[in-house]
């Protein structure tokens, strides 16, 4: 099995793979491999999609884009976003730095996350961001008592958890009852309760997240419709709100899954919430995959092949290091060879990095036309690939390159072997024992 995705920027002439205007042989001559390579266009037409739904036909912006940057954290990306004029979803004080590394509006960023420290809330409240969006109860009183303490006022949200089954896989599903996100349906009204008495705390919206890679639109209707009710009880007691946050989670075509259009599958939600009266507030959507998973593929070469009794193994100097995805939730990224060798053979075999873990795979029964020396593309890899990758091995983490037409601009330089530990120490032995 190897489906490829349709894919904005990425393109063959059944030769040889390119993207945009340079082939991935030239891109792979320039910078090595394994390198991460985007393409501008593909990334520019996904936020573009989204933008299209976010106003009302008389041009009235009724939704705005929040990245949802733990999806692909490269300074690159997110000023392009940022130029494009998205806001940020962000869930550490390490993502809130690189934003404002690049001269983000913090009134343009909502923080997410189930544990945020003292010290990260201390951090957004000083900057004045957009919103908090507050998991827990507990964390409702420590955003308080902080803000108390710095002489502020915390915006906050409550995520709710609307118990919705996004049929996703179990680890990137977020709004069911027993995953550990967001504030339990039931307790959502009392909670709100608490937080208008708050002295420091001002409520602005509502939240929800469900899960990633959610490729129908019901399940979100679903989670909508049980926002919308609560909104309704909580406005009769007096609480009102400036913004409804839907989350992220729409899917992409990996394989052959078929999720709606982005255009539609925004209109569809904020026609929904207009239908339903609620056209009054500001939606955020907080997209990650959907904006730059199939902006992006990873590049390797083919170390060496090897036959086995039961299977054949390509071995390529990418791992599991590189792009988690498959070792992590057994995910499917279709997997090309970037010139087309008709002369060879067409084996299959199981693609697998150098990491000494049987997990360390890319792809399976992979049908494959190729000899050591080749390059490999593995596609739909712009979300969660490099923001993901890791050192293990003490392997260098791989270079990612932007190209825009026939440029090809290096935005995170590979990882030196003296980058590996340059912040590690050895203890020298006492002089005198
Ligand atoms: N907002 C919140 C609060 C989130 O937790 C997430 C993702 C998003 C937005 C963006 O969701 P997206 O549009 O990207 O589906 N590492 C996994 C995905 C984890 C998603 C976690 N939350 C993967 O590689 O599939």
């Known amino acids: 099995m190897n489906l490829i995705p349709p894919l904005t920027?990425?393109?063959t002439n059944h030769h040889e793979w390119f993207v945009e205007d340079i082939s991935l042989t030239d891109i792979a001559k320039e910078f090595n491999t394994p390198t991460y390579v985007y393409s501008l266009e593909a990334l520019t037409t996904a936020f573009m999609a989204y933008d299209k739904a976010c106003f009302r036909k008389d041009g009235s912006r009724r939704a705005?884009?929040?990245?949802a940057m733990k999806s692909n954290s490269n300074l690159a990306i997110l000023d392009i976003f940022n130029r494009l004029g998205a806001g940020f979803d962000?869930?550490?004080a390490g993502e809130l730095a690189r934003v404002m590394q690049i001269g983000v509006n913090p009134k343009k960023c909502v923080f997410s996350g189930v544990g945020k420290s003292k010290s990260e809330i201390e951090y957004a409240l000083t900057l004045g961001l957009k919103c908090f969006n507050v998991e827990s109860i507990p964390e409702l009183y420590r955003i308080n008592q902080i803000a108390g303490q710095l002489g502020l006022t915390a915006n906050i949200s409550l995520r709710v958890n609307p118990d919705i089954d996004a049929k996703t896989h179990p680890y990137i599903s977020t709004g069911l009852k027993d995953n550990k996100f967001g504030i339990a349906y039931e307790d959502v009204i009392p909670t709100y309760m608490i937080a208008q008495q708050m002295p420091h705390c001002k409520?602005?919206?509502v939240d929800c997240h469900i899960g990633s890679q959610i490729t129908d639109t019901q399940p979100y209707i679903d989670a909508l419709n049980r926002i919308l009710g609560l909104i309704t009880e909580l406005q009769d007691l007096g609480i009102t709100f400036e913004h409804?946050?839907?989350?992220?989670g729409l899917g992409i075509v990996y394989a052959d899954e078929s999720p709606p259009h982005i255009t539609e599958f925004a209109n569809t939600l904020l026609d929904h919430i207009e239908a339903k009266g609620f056209g009054h507030l500001e939606v955020i959507f907080e997209p990650g995959r959907s904006l730059v998973g199939n902006a992006g593929i990873l590049l390797t070469e083919i170390e060496y092949l090897k036959p086995g009794e039961t299977k054949n193994f390509c071995i390529v100097n990418a791992a599991m290091n590189d792009l988690m995805r498959p070792s992590m939730y057994e995910a499917y990224h279709a997997i090309v060879a970037v010139k087309s060798k008709e002369?060879?053979?067409?084996?299959?075999?199981?693609v697998v990095g150098p990491v000494c873990e049987s997990g360390d795979w890319l792809g399976r029964d992979r049908d494959l036309a190729v000899e050591p020396g080749d390059l490999?593309?593995?596609?739909?890899?712009?979300?969660?690939?490099?923001s993901m990758s890791s050192n293990y091995n003490s392997r260098g983490r791989a270079a990612e390159v932007i190209v825009n037409k026939a440029q090809a601009h290096l935005v995170r330089e590979r990882e030196s072997i003296a980058d590996l530990f340059s912040k590690e120490h050895i203890i020298k032995p006492a002089s005198n024992p």
């Open 9 to 11: 920027g990425f393109s």
């Open 64 to 67: 705005n884009i929040h990245f």
């Open 90 to 92: 962000l869930v550490s």
């Open 203 to 205: 409520i602005k919206g």
């Open 244 to 248: 409804l946050d839907i989350g992220g």
């Open 343 to 350: 002369n060879l053979p067409v084996r299959n075999y199981d």
């Open 376 to 386: 490999l593309a593995i596609l739909s890899a712009g979300a969660y690939g490099a």
